[in-house]
């Protein structure tokens, strides 16, 4: 018959919980320090959330100039934080301009300008194309405002830039290595889509703010235009497959919108989202494993 063997003042029980309880400590500790690498750590700017990467960190989008005058400076607002823009106007006279954050206030927060010191000007009913990268780890960013002025002079009439459609998001699944593709109708009308085209496997050689939208990847085949309904309704939004993408490369999309009403009046979008970084990979790994030894120690602490 199995007795239980006695322990001296009770002392044996304590020091064995005392032991358990230091271990698991220090497996505590360890969860919590490779969680807080993981919650730090990025996918090439996006943060890891469950199994789906938020959207890319590359994005561009035509901006209107409806003043009906030349403007040869551009303040463009977002609605969070970028780590930088750059303008590009159609035409005469060409080239690309970079922005600089302004202070705020005089100017809101998170405005970038491009000012008549440059040499960018951009004719009366022209339009110009912002390219801009989100900071890392940040909600993504959309134009909000702005404004088209000459020689520091806001325009009479109609000095808010004009855009049209939102930021394209780009997801992929950390484990299946699905990408896809979500369009979000912003604007309270309809808008149609077309010319949409999608590339996957573009060479991290063009992933920088001047070149992103440069494809060298392959095409993947897919509707290449529909229509959205206004911003609230159930059809505002649509989500396309790109299936199974490589781990080294970035996703691309580019589009043109229109309102439904003025079907010639279009707009450019682009966006592109890389590949996991290995570091990133390796972390989940790391944390997976402390979490499974967490759960082990806790089953033998009841024991």
């Given at each position: 018959?199995?007795?239980?063997?006695?322990?001296?003042?009770?002392?044996?029980?304590?020091?064995?919980?005392?032991?358990?309880?230091?271990?698991?400590?220090?497996?505590?500790?360890?969860?919590?320090?490779?969680?807080?690498?993981?919650?730090?750590?990025?996918?090439?700017?996006?943060?890891?959330?469950?199994?789906?990467?938020?959207?890319?960190?590359?994005?561009?989008?035509?901006?209107?100039?409806?003043?009906?005058?030349?403007?040869?400076?551009?303040?463009?607002?977002?609605?969070?934080?970028?780590?930088?823009?750059?303008?590009?106007?159609?035409?005469?006279?060409?080239?690309?301009?970079?922005?600089?954050?302004?202070p705020a206030p005089p100017a809101a927060a998170n405005t970038y300008l491009v000012p008549s010191t440059a040499g960018m000007s951009v004719r009366g009913g022209s339009e110009a194309q912002v390219r801009w990268r989100d900071v890392a780890g940040t909600t993504p960013s959309t134009i909000t405002g702005g404004t088209w002025t000459v020689n520091g002079v806001a325009a009479a009439t109609n000095p808010t830039p004009a855009t049209m459609g939102?930021?394209?998001?780009?997801?992929?699944?950390?484990?299946?290595?699905?990408?896809?593709?979500?369009?979000?109708?912003?604007?309270?009308?309809?808008?149609?889509?077309?010319?949409?085209?999608?590339?996957?496997?573009?060479?991290?050689?063009?992933?920088?703010?001047?070149?992103?939208?440069?494809?060298?990847?392959?095409?993947?085949?897919?509707?290449?235009?529909?229509?959205?309904?206004?911003?609230?309704?159930?059809?505002?939004?649509?989500?396309?497959?790109?299936?199974?993408?490589?781990?080294?490369?970035?996703?691309?999309?580019?589009?043109?919108?229109?309102?439904?009403?003025?079907?010639?009046?279009?707009?450019?979008?682009?966006?592109?989202?890389?590949?996991?970084?290995?570091?990133?990979?390796?972390?989940?790994?790391?944390?997976?494993?402390?979490?499974?030894?967490?759960?082990?120690?806790?089953?033998?602490?009841?024991?």
């Open positions: 018959m199995y007795t239980s063997k006695p322990y001296r003042d009770d002392n044996r029980p304590v020091r064995n919980f005392a032991r358990r309880s230091a271990h698991m400590g220090r497996n505590v500790a360890l969860a919590a320090g490779v969680a807080s690498a993981f919650g730090a750590a990025t996918w090439a700017g996006q943060v890891v959330l469950g199994q789906v990467v938020q959207p890319g960190v590359y994005f561009r989008q035509d901006v209107a100039n409806n003043t009906g005058a030349a403007a040869n400076d551009l303040a463009i607002t977002f609605s969070g934080q970028i780590s930088g823009m750059k303008v590009s106007p159609y035409g005469s006279p060409g080239g690309t301009y970079a922005g600089t954050l302004q939102g930021v394209i998001g780009i997801t992929r699944d950390q484990f299946t290595g699905v990408a896809s593709v979500t369009f979000t109708n912003s604007e309270p009308f309809a808008v149609n889509y077309t010319n949409v085209a999608y590339w996957v496997n573009n060479s991290l050689d063009n992933y920088t703010i001047d070149s992103f939208d440069i494809p060298t990847g392959s095409s993947v085949p897919d509707s290449s235009s529909f229509s959205l309904a206004a911003s609230g309704s159930p059809s505002n939004s649509l989500t396309v497959s790109l299936g199974t993408v490589d781990t080294v490369g970035y996703e691309l999309v580019t589009a043109t919108v229109a309102a439904q009403s003025a079907p010639s009046t279009t707009y450019t979008l682009g966006a592109a989202a890389a590949a996991p970084e290995p570091a990133t990979l390796a972390l989940m790994g790391i944390a997976a494993g402390a979490l499974l030894l967490i759960r082990r120690q806790r089953k033998e602490s009841v024991r």
